[in-house]
């Protein structure tokens, strides 16, 4: 069996929250812990979809350089993960070009990417002018990029959340589409599904949990001291039922402040349903204490690294990223070269 290949990437978006790092992070430092040693793993932080949107210069070179600190911080040995901006590596970017040349605009206008970032309906047509925001290229092309970023390292395996299974789908169709009109090359890659519930905003807890949540009381970010947990966890919508259970429908609030103790340390109950009846008898008031005591706990770690690694000395930041641009550009490179040899370039 060849070795495995895993890739993963997250968008630079300054310190992430705990829905990233629940639902995505967490698991992408216990695949690096528990992998084979002959298994390479790759960690992108995604700036070129991030200018997919339109981003302030100063504020993206500080979210990348955050993300990246992030990423060490939660976990991450730039030793054994190779860690890296995607725009530091041009055959990502060409790659892209490549496999955009045979992708389908009918396809891809099928897909919600696009749709949900400018908030439109599910039957947007991309040529509508209309609409109030006119849809540019690099966003309608968001997949694209996607499928580049996995199949140019080869990847065997990619960690992600339910919302992106439609993506590693169109990553396998763009693989075996250019193995089937040129030389078999490119990796089909499969779906390593995150096994974390989505995490809901603390002040409207029937939406995910979001950066894009104008509300900074709405998220808990891995960065956050002990008192600003407690601060949004004790302002979070909760309800004034008596007594504490676990009902994620008829008690959102309630119920995700459940899930996010739960998910913090689950070595605190078998399941969120028990765990509510541990605390069954508690107060709001007092569960909120709990809550928010549990998430610093398990988070003081990743907040004293990240803050050593931002406001120690600026070259240690550097030299990972050089070592990750490093090994991925020969991945990379090797995957491109092949791909390129193909096609006639
Ligand atoms: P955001 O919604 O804040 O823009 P992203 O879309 O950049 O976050 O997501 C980055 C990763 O974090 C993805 O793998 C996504 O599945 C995961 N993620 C984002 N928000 C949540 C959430 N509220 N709960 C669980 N996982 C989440
Ligand atoms: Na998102």
């Known amino acids: 069996v060849a070795p495995q290949v895993i890739f993963s990437a997250i968008q630079p978006t300054g310190a992430p929250h705990l829905g ?13 812990n528990e992998a084979l040693p002959e298994t390479t793993l790759l960690y992108s932080v995604a700036d070129l979809h991030a200018i997919t949107l339109r981003q302030d210069p100063s504020i993206l070179r500080e979210w990348r350089k955050q993300m990246l600190a992030s990423l060490i911080a939660v976990g991450l040995d ?34 919600t990417q696009w749709k949900s970032k400018m908030a439109l309906p599910e039957n947007a047509n991309p040529l509508d002018t209309s609409s109030k925001a006119k849809l540019k290229l690099g966003l309608f092309s968001y997949p694209v990029l996607q499928a580049a970023d996995i199949l140019i390292h080869r ?72 008192a600003t947990i407690k601060r949004k966890i004790k302002s979070a919508l909760t309800d004034s039922i ?41 107060s709001m008031r007092a569960l909120k204490e709990k809550v928010a005591d549990t998430i610093e706990l398990h988070i003081r770690d990743v907040r004293e690294r990240y803050e050593s690694i931002v406001f120690g000395d600026a070259k240690v930041l550097m030299d990972i990223n050089e070592e990750g641009v490093r090994k991925a550009k020969q991945s990379a490179d090797a995957t491109l070269k092949l791909v390129r040899e193909a096609i006639g370039l």
């Open 20 to 32: 990233n790092y629940l639902g995505a992070l967490r698991q992408w430092v216990k695949l690096q």
């Open 78 to 111: 730039p030793k054994r993960s190779i860690i890296f901006h995607q725009s530091a590596i041009p055959a990502h970017s060409e790659l892209h070009w490549i496999l955009s040349c045979n992708a389908s605009m009918g396809y891809l206008s099928r897909m």
């Open 155 to 226: 990847a065997t395996h990619v960690p992600v959340g339910a919302d992106q299974t439609q993506h590693l789908e169109y990553a396998r169709e763009v693989a075996s589409g250019f193995n089937h009109l040129h030389t078999p090359i490119l990796t089909l890659p499969s779906t390593i599904l995150s096994p974390a519930k989505r995490i809901m905003s603390l002040t409207q807890p029937l939406k995910k949990m979001s950066k894009s949540d104008p509300d900074p009381k709405s998220r808990i970010l891995i960065t956050d001291t002990h």
């Open 242 to 282: 008596e007594g504490i259970t676990y009902d994620p429908v008829t008690r959102p609030g309630v119920s995700n402040l459940i899930e996010m103790m739960y998910c913090m340390d689950e070595s605190v109950a078998e399941s969120p349903v028990l765990l509510a009846n541990e605390l069954k008898d508690l």
